[in-house]
């Protein structure tokens, strides 16, 4: 059984919590897109881990973990969290995998990112300032991008750096008037990353084929968010990758045909970091209860998360591109104690209802909300286990999403903890 695991709004739907959940019951767990501008929280018992560029199963010591091609990978990130992990007795040798293809997010793509967004002002896309977006640009342009593998020839590299990094600088220097970064200052942490992370670098496509042949189960985790797609969300406010599950064949190598599963995560109500348009948006008491309660605060940078309510318009048109089975509803909890909920079914545009999300950012900013209206409940539901054991008007909210985005609910989180989650 192979299952993908997707985030259907924008990002930080408890993907994490969700994979960690799943990972007990798959043999390896593939992170397929994204970088370090992810943040993935599992929590184990009285540990917290805020995981960036591992996949969430890592906590598992049974299970392997892959890196795919489509990665973007923070060297840096990456060995703190090798490191951090294996202060606590979680040790990755011999179960960690990085592609070869991957590319390597370096300084300059850091920079890059910060000076653009600050030369935007009040239009800056909001990014969490990883060198996502720059790291992309490289690759898609190809001829100044660092691949994993370009690490295993230091001599071509140190030559490849120079003329990257001159290009850079004059980037930097002329239209931002920044500081100049230096060639060697790069050269000497890429050799470090090497000696860290060749080690673990191989032909991840080959592992995971013979891996699925072997009779392996495989579990791909998305990061971001589908709205945050950069081909089917909201352009330009979305991430630089294809985060939804359309992603996952080109960012792992595994065609969809192979995968068994499709699960989509989403929030029992709706966030987002950073700019773009949020029609369901409460910049009111109600967003800053759900912000408090829920600690909707970012994982990559801290940063208040945007909150507001629940978006089936939104919803459906991620689990429709991203052809999903099912869907994990998290943070039901969140929502207790507030006297009523609302989910928006529909939009009007223009005088006109409209039940297709428009990805389109022009016409999506003019999207008035259509709600239906259900009664809150009081009841404290952090330990209930069993569906049936909800409060009644709980248990109606679910049905409603259920019913309107026309996909089964069978996993409900009930908190941060593993054994705070219902399943159907
Ligand atoms: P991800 O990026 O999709 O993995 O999500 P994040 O980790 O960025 O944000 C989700 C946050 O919600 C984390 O702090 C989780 O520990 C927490 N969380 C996950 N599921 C639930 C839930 O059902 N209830 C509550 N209260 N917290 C949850
Ligand atoms: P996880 O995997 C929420 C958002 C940023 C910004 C936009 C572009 O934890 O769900 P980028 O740095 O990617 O160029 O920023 O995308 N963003 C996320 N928002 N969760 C994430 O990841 C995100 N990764 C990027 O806030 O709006
Ligand atoms: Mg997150």
Not at 83 to 99: E, V
Not at 124 to 145: L, Q
Not at 267 to 291: C, H, L, M, S, W
Not at 396 to 418: D, M, S
Request: hydrophobic share 40%.
């Amino acid at each position: 059984m192979n299952t993908c695991v997707v985030g259907l709004q924008w990002g930080d739907e408890g993907k994490g919590k969700i994979v960690d959940i799943l990972a007990e019951q798959h043999d390896i767990i593939v992170r397929y897109s994204g970088g370090a501008n992810a943040g993935h929280t599992v929590v184990v018992g009285d540990d917290k881990f805020a995981l960036h560029i591992l996949p969430s199963g890592v906590v598992r010591p049974d299970t392997i973990c892959v890196i795919a091609n489509a990665v973007v990978v923070d060297p840096d990130t990456l060995i703190k969290e090798i490191d951090a992990l294996t202060q606590k007795n979680i040790t990755l040798t011999g179960r960690l995998f990085i592609s070869e293809s991957a590319h390597v997010v370096l300084d300059y793509h850091k920079t890059e990112d910060q000076l653009r967004e600050e030369s935007l002002g009040k239009n800056k896309i909001g990014t969490t300032i990883r060198g996502i977006g720059p790291c992309y640009a490289d690759k898609v342009g190809r001829s100044h991008a660092i691949r994993m593998s370009d690490l295993a020839n230091l001599a071509a590299l140190q030559d490849k750096l120079k003329t990257i990094v001159e290009y850079k600088n004059k980037i930097f220097t002329s239209l931002y008037n920044a500081e100049p970064i230096s060639a060697d200052e790069i050269f000497e942490k890429c050799r470090f990353y090497a000696s860290r992370l060749l080690p673990f670098t191989i032909d991840t496509t080959e592992f995971l084929h013979k891996s699925i042949a072997a009779g392996k189960s495989i579990l791909l985790e998305g990061a971001q968010g589908t709205l945050l797609d950069l081909d089917h969300g909201t352009f330009p406010y979305v991430t630089s990758s294809n985060s939804s599950s359309l992603g996952m064949s080109a960012g792992s190598g595994i065609p969809a045909r192979m995968v068994d599963k499709f699960i989509g995560v989403v929030k029992a109500y709706a966030t987002r970091v950073g700019a773009g348009p949020f029609p369901t948006e409460q910049d009111n008491d109600v967003g800053q209860y759900i912000r408090d309660r829920g600690n909707e605060y970012g994982t990559t940078t801290g940063r208040p998360r945007r909150c507001g309510w629940f978006d089936a318009v939104a919803v459906s048109y991620s689990a429709t591109i991203g052809g999903i089975d099912s869907v994990a509803l998290m943070h039901l909890d969140t929502l207790t104690d507030l006297e009523e909920i609302k989910i928006c079914k529909a939009y009007k545009i223009e005088g006109k209802v409209v039940t297709f999300f428009p990805a389109n950012t022009e016409r999506l900013s003019q999207a008035i909300p259509i709600y239906e209206t259900l009664p809150g409940w009081g009841e404290d539901i952090a330990e209930v286990n069993d569906f049936d054991d909800l409060p009644i008007d709980a248990q109606h909210f679910v049905c409603l999403v259920e019913e309107i985005i026309k996909r089964p609910v069978t996993i409900i989180g009930v908190g941060p903890k593993r054994s705070q989650t219902i399943f159907r």
